[in-house]
């Protein structure tokens, strides 16, 4: 047991039936049906060989895209296929999640044989409009459709899926109500790996935060700065362009425009005063560039044309940057400096990549597009540690307690009585 949840280390599975939870949730090419990326299917591999291994029947559930990103909502078919290949050993499918069909399947399993039942948000309980309407308690979980109809046929559930672990599903939060439960080997890795990060991280500690999810990004620098977990935060993308005009910068009405759009503005307010308490650590960009006639420019901040919308940091910034980070013997990375996907507006990215790559100290990034920059530079090889996390490793080091966290917990404490 760690963190007050079970291991794989804590149940004899010889010939149980084993429902695990895991987070594959992978771009996908629908017009090939094959799946751009295998990260996360990659990270998972562990947790279902050893299972198998030790002749459990398991039954694996997952998702794919959700209702508010209907394009990538689809079938897990393609998952199958990868998991089989990566394995090296069969993993049965069935377009079904829960019905008699996926019942039967689930029954019919042979010790060490693996089942991968379909996409569990074709079920209504399990999208995200249904989580953050009705906002069920775990116990109410316990009660949906997926958890009545499958915790019968299982022995123990075991929760993988770190990179879901913040959303408050039957899937994820109802089964440990009714199943003992545990912790999967890549939710331990991942949740040891960043409570070091947290707890012990070696000095110099540098975060590194841009991108355009800025109510995690200042959650995150209020949190790891206020309890002294960080000696400086580094800003790009939009995060650094609110911080700019917090601190009193003009950052081009095209900026303005962006952050206003996407109802950030508030944030401008918000952030000022964490700004002026840190602006000794808070890290702002020196210059910054801006995209004209197809060519990049770029000037200092307080310099800057009226008319632009800032796309990248500049040369001299991306200097100051890699200079602190090359010091530094922590670094956590997430969220690129600007729109790193177009050659003009890569370089500030590219940079502070590759430094947070070189570096000594020990490296992590989570995110989607933290990951797709480390892909594209070829340095992922060169990271300490990849988490699969974005949204879960966010509200993780905001200090959260995250509710599949809680809910592991909860089975434990179900186990012994205490509740």
Not at 240 to 255: D, T, V
Not at 349 to 371: N, P, Q, R
């Amino acid at each position: 047991m760690r963190f007050g949840i079970h291991t794989l280390d804590d149940f004899d599975f010889m010939g149980k039936t084993v429902l695990v939870r895991v987070d594959i949730n992978q771009p996908i090419d629908r017009k090939n049906n094959t799946l751009k990326s295998i990260n996360r299917i990659k990270a998972c591999l562990p947790t279902i060989s050893e299972l198998s291994d030790k002749q459990a029947k398991v039954v694996l559930l997952a998702h794919q895209g959700s209702d508010i990103e209907y394009q990538n909502f689809c079938s897990i078919t393609p998952h199958a296929k990868v998991l089989s290949e990566l394995l090296k050993r069969p993993v049965r499918f069935i377009d079904d999640v829960c019905g008699p069909a996926a019942r039967e399947c689930i029954c019919t399993l042979q010790n060490g044989e693996i089942l991968l039942l379909d996409n569990v948000r074709y079920l209504s309980e399990e999208q995200t409009l249904f989580e953050t309407k009705l906002c069920l308690t775990h116990e109410q979980q316990a009660d949906t459709l997926l958890i009545r109809l499958l915790a019968p046929l299982a022995d123990y559930y075991v929760c993988d899926a770190f990179a879901a672990a913040h959303r408050n599903q039957p899937s994820l939060c109802g089964f440990e109500q009714r199943l003992p439960s545990a912790m999967g080997r890549l939710f331990e890795k991942e949740y040891c790996t960043v409570t070091q990060l947290l707890d012990q991280p070696r000095r110099p500690c540098v975060y590194v935060l841009g991108g355009a999810k800025v109510g995690d990004a200042f959650a995150i620098m209020d949190t790891v700065l206020a309890q002294k977990k960080a000696d400086f935060v580094i800003t790009g993308g939009v995060v650094a362009n609110i911080l700019l005009a917090a601190a009193g910068y003009a950052i081009g009405s095209g900026s303005e425009e962006y952050i206003k759009r996407q109802h950030y503005w508030e944030y401008v307010e918000r952030i000022r005063p964490v700004y002026l308490r840190y602006k000794e650590q808070i890290l702002l960009p020196a210059d910054v560039a801006w995209q004209q006639n197809g060519e990049r420019l770029e000037a200092a901040i307080g310099c800057l044309p009226d008319d632009i919308s800032i796309v990248d940091i500049g040369h001299k910034t991306a200097e100051i940057y890699s200079r602190i980070i090359k010091k530094a013997r922590t670094i956590f990375a997430n969220g690129p400096m600007g729109v790193f996907e177009k050659k003009t507006s890569e370089f500030g990215t590219d940079c502070v990549w590759k430094a947070v790559a070189d570096s000594e100290g020990f490296t992590l990034i989570g995110g989607g597009d933290s990951i797709a920059a480390a892909e594209k530079l070829g340095v992922v090889d060169q990271i300490s540690y990849v988490s699969t996390g974005g949204g879960a490793l966010i509200r993780f080091l905001t200090g959260e307690e995250l509710p599949v966290i809680r809910a592991l917990r909860h089975s434990v404490e179900l186990e012994k009585g205490e509740v």
